[in-house]
């Protein structure tokens, strides 16, 4: 193997100064392994560009070595003998850490937690040797940490080569073929290791014709990412169409039931382990805007998803089954409709009907990746089901990477909410996830020369990668992390700076967008920039009701749709009432006037003309704190640009997004601003 060396592409967190300290030191690499090679590999390119030693401790003699072991390893010396018995059972991924006469030892039970343990390494740069440290045992919460792609071979006419990818083009696939050259690939995979992601499903939930193809002839496009990602522990997985015993296989049904369905599956997952061995599973997006699924059939979810888990569960694969479920072809004047109960309604009877490999993957609230809506209810409905939380990390309704929009404050929040109170022990949305199917992401990255498009944008998928391994990280200091690892040169002058502007810039987005949780008022289709009544009147059920008294969505049991009901106590009493109700999330649950007092004292009115004036002037000063760089020679020029030009058009926006929402509530409610600002 060779570490990729990738000269017109941002190393990101990975730059080679980031392995100075690994480099100018003895590391000796212990045990067998193709994950062990990669280290070795790895420790050896950073000794060839620092100076250190090799294994047999030459190089530059005094300075305090470093030993990375497999506990089991031949030779293994006295001190990490010490650190792994001391350490006990480590697991599959897990590893130990510690520094004793001089020497800092990273131990692990398997050679991914080597892989782990030497990325940990590099984060702490020169922070691993120096005072002795006690034994550190370090362990992912979840076992799978997964990365979505919606990436289509064919430059779909509407979406485009990435459905909803800000950041250029697929890493896999261009102009309707597999790349020539995977070399980005792998420096991807090595980047996603480094965060802790185990897991890549490589194609777009919403499989098409040529997509569909992975199974079948381009099989083998399937094999040649696999061998890519495999270095770095990463399993490929692939996105695949429901109806394929139809498609691709000429069936007259894909009824889940039916015997000759049951074998085309099978003999479909025999033929893709056959090929790539490590196969991870199959993503499932069925029944949903137009995807086909088991209801064609009369069949159940759970029904559906079975025959895909027997055909996996042979080879120790997994089924991860989407539950975003909704009729995207409702009627707008019927209220009782409401597409956030939706997957509640059509997943929660199913509760411990899935087969043991199947991993029901729920979107972390109700509607859609807003940039504030409630848990979603499946979240507590479903116990004896395995579920894993999904994130979008791709910016879709959080600016789309042309807006600083630093996401791990609000996953942070979502992980740490307590859907059952203090019942239930007090357990988390964390809890649900690392008890069942994990965390599960969709990618920001492309073939854009800074991976995400917007080089800040890059911190988002650091830091989904490192809350997958342990939710209980903090933003701030996921950022420092990135930070460090990303400008380790410059990042002390930096840091103040970057959490400056980054800290709190998802409330800043928040502010300038929608308000109060009532979400969307986006652009149809692209889904950029303001359109307040832009999904009003459509079938896909993203409704605000704003008209000349008041705003929101009543979701109460009392006079709504029901969907408060869907949550346990104490939310489904918090959200029924719209006086103990949190301010942000009022008008997702309920309908209310504008002269509505918030428990922060404001009238919903006033807090909409606020919120969208304070947005503006956080961006302002955002783009202030940036400016400041320039020159300073602690950002490269071409990065300060990028950003630079990003932030005039997040200002840009945001000023469209305050005129608009400001003028379109005063046009309905006819209230003026009580501070007299200029409203169209």
């Given at each position: 193997m060779t570490i990729p060396d990738l000269t017109d592409v941002h190393p990101a967190w990975l730059p080679p100064e980031a392995f100075r300290a690994i480099g100018s030191r003895r590391v000796p690499v212990l045990g067998d392994g193709a994950l062990v090679e990669t280290v070795r590999e790895e420790v050896a390119a950073a000794r060839a560009r620092f100076g250190g030693g090799d294994r047999d401790g030459g190089g530059d003699g005094g300075a305090a070595g470093c030993v990375l072991a497999l506990a089991g390893a031949d030779g293994l010396p006295g001190t990490a003998r010490a650190v792994a018995a001391e350490a006990g059972p480590l697991g599959a991924e897990g590893y130990a850490l510690a520094?004793?006469?001089?020497?800092?030892?990273?131990?692990?039970?398997?050679?991914?937690?080597?892989?782990?343990?030497?990325?940990?390494?590099?984060?702490?740069?020169?922070?691993?040797?120096?005072?002795?440290?006690?034994?550190?045992?370090?362990?992912?919460?979840?076992?799978?940490?997964?990365?979505?792609?919606?990436?289509?071979?064919?430059?779909?006419?509407?979406?485009?080569?990435?459905?909803?990818?800000?950041?250029g083009g697929s890493l896999f696939w261009r102009d309707g073929v597999l790349r020539e050259d995977l070399t980005r690939v792998r420096a991807y995979a090595?980047?996603?290791?480094?965060?802790?992601?185990?897991?890549?499903?490589?194609?777009?939930?919403?499989?098409?014709?040529?997509?569909?193809?992975?199974?079948?002839?381009?099989?083998?496009?399937?094999?040649?990412?696999a061998a890519e990602l495999r270095p770095y522990g990463i399993r490929v997985h692939l996105s695949i169409g429901f109806a394929s015993p139809v498609t691709l296989g000429g069936l007259p049904t894909a009824d889940p039931l039916d015997e000759d369905v049951r074998r085309w599956w099978a003999a479909a997952a025999e033929r893709v382990y056959a090929a790539v061995p490590d196969f991870g599973g199959f993503v499932v997006k069925a029944d949903s805007e137009g995807q086909p699924g088991p209801f064609g059939y009369g069949r159940s979810h759970a029904e559906g998803a079975g025959v895909l888990a027997a055909a996996l569960a042979p080879y120790g694969g997994v089924v991860h089954w989407r539950a975003f479920v909704y009729d995207h072809r409702q009627d707008w004047r019927d209220r009782s409709t409401d597409r956030a109960r939706a997957a509640c309604d059509h997943f929660a009877p199913l509760d411990g009907r899935f087969a043991d490999n199947v991993i029901l993957q729920v979107k972390h609230g109700p509607m859609d990746f807003q940039p504030r809506e409630p848990v979603s209810p499946v979240i507590a409905a479903m116990p004896a089901t395995k579920l894993a939380v999904e994130f979008q990390v791709t910016q879709e309704y959080t600016g789309q990477q042309r807006h600083v929009c630093y996401l791990a404050p609000m996953w942070s929040e979502i992980l740490s909410f307590r859907p059952w109170g203090e019942d239930e022990g007090g357990r988390t949305v964390a809890d649900v996830a690392v008890g069942g199917g994990g965390l599960v992401a969709v990618s920001n990255a492309g073939d854009d020369p800074y991976w995400t498009g917007h080089p800040l944008a890059q911190a988002n998928l650091y830091a989904f990668g490192r809350l997958a391994w342990d939710p209980r990280l903090d933003p701030a200091a996921i950022l420092?992390?990135?930070?460090?690892?990303?400008?380790?040169?410059?990042?002390?002058?930096?840091?103040?700076?970057?959490?400056?502007?980054?800290?709190?810039?998802?409330?800043?987005?928040?502010?300038?967008?929608?308000?109060?949780?009532?979400?969307?008022?986006?652009?149809?289709?692209?889904?950029?920039?303001?359109?307040?009544?832009?999904?009003?009147?459509?079938?896909?059920?993203?409704?605000?009701?704003?008209?000349?008294?008041?705003?929101?969505?009543?979701?109460?049991?009392?006079?709504?749709?029901?969907?408060?009901?869907?949550?346990?106590?104490?939310?489904?009493?918090?959200?029924?009432?719209?006086?103990?109700?949190?301010?942000?999330?009022?008008?997702?649950?309920?309908?209310?006037?504008?002269?509505?007092?918030?428990?922060?004292?404001?009238?919903?009115?006033?807090?909409?003309?606020?919120?969208?004036?304070?947005?503006?002037?956080?961006?302002?000063?955002?783009?202030?704190?940036?400016?400041?760089?320039?020159?300073?020679?602690?950002?490269?020029?071409?990065?300060?640009?990028?950003v630079a030009e990003l932030l005039a058009e997040q200002q840009r926006c945001a000023e469209e997004w305050r005129d608009q929402v400001n003028t379109y509530f005063f046009r309905k409610s006819g209230v003026p601003d009580a501070r007299g600002r200029h409203i169209y």
């Open positions: 520094r004793r006469d001089g020497v800092t030892t990273v131990v692990a039970g398997a050679p991914a937690g080597l892989l782990y343990g030497l990325f940990h390494l590099v984060r702490l740069g020169e922070a691993a040797f120096g005072a002795d440290r006690p034994v550190e045992r370090h362990a992912p919460a979840a076992a799978r940490r997964m990365l979505d792609h919606w990436d289509n071979i064919d430059v779909h006419p509407v979406m485009g080569q990435v459905e909803r990818g800000y950041a090595r980047l996603l290791a480094a965060t802790g992601i185990n897991a890549v499903a490589i194609n777009n939930v919403n499989v098409h014709a040529t997509e569909a193809r992975l199974l079948t002839d381009r099989l083998d496009e399937v094999v040649a990412i420092d992390e990135w930070a460090g690892l990303t400008f380790p040169e410059t990042a002390a002058g930096l840091r103040g700076t970057l959490h400056a502007m980054m800290d709190g810039s998802w409330r800043t987005y928040e502010r300038y967008t929608a308000p109060l949780g009532v979400g969307f008022m986006v652009r149809p289709g692209h889904h950029y920039g303001p359109d307040v009544d832009g999904y009003e009147y459509t079938p896909w059920g993203t409704y605000h009701f704003a008209d000349r008294d008041g705003v929101g969505v009543d979701r109460t049991r009392a006079t709504g749709t029901g969907l408060t009901g869907q949550y346990p106590r104490p939310w489904s009493e918090v959200y029924e009432s719209a006086g103990r109700c949190p301010d942000e999330l009022l008008l997702f649950f309920h309908h209310v006037p504008y002269g509505h007092v918030l428990r922060s004292g404001s009238t919903v009115i006033q807090h909409i003309y606020d919120t969208h004036f304070a947005g503006v002037e956080e961006v302002v000063a955002m783009r202030a704190h940036w400016d400041k760089l320039d020159g300073s020679g602690l950002v490269d020029p071409a990065l300060h640009a990028r």
